[in-house]
């Protein structure tokens, strides 16, 4: 079983910035993909950026050029810095690990992000 830890959301004004955190349990070396993802009131939960264990990164279309998406294995914790925030991002965000070998995948408990318009 691997825990993920969010932390970092909060409320923030239109065109501000936060930076999410996820502390893993494992090594972030042995975890395939890990990645964010959001769910607004009454929407599905998308994914919104992910990064591989080889660093390669994917953003979906609406937070390309603002979120980046990174992570530090030496403190085994990926990261999501967002910039220039809209009231659309407004959402809970959720860390998630993949592990290809098993096809098994964990998440965190969310964590909040208000955008005030």
């Known amino acids: 079983q691997v825990q993920l830890v969010e932390s970092g959301g909060g409320l923030v004004q239109d065109g501000g910035s936060l930076r999410l955190s996820c502390a893993a349990s494992?090594?972030?070396?042995?975890?395939?993909?890990m990645g964010w993802y959001r769910q607004a009131p009454g929407k599905q939960r998308e994914l919104v950026a992910r990064?591989?264990?080889?660093?390669?990164?994917a953003y979906a279309d609406s937070v390309k050029g603002r979120f980046t998406i990174s992570r530090d294995n030496a403190k085994n914790t990926v990261y999501l810095q967002m910039h220039n925030l809209k009231h659309e991002d407004t959402a809970v965000y959720y860390c998630n690990a993949k592990y290809v070998l098993g096809d098994i995948e964990y998440w965190g408990q969310g964590t909040q992000v208000i955008v005030s318009s």
């Open positions: 990064i591989t264990s080889g660093g390669n990164t």
């Open positions: 494992d090594s972030t070396f042995t975890i395939n993909v």
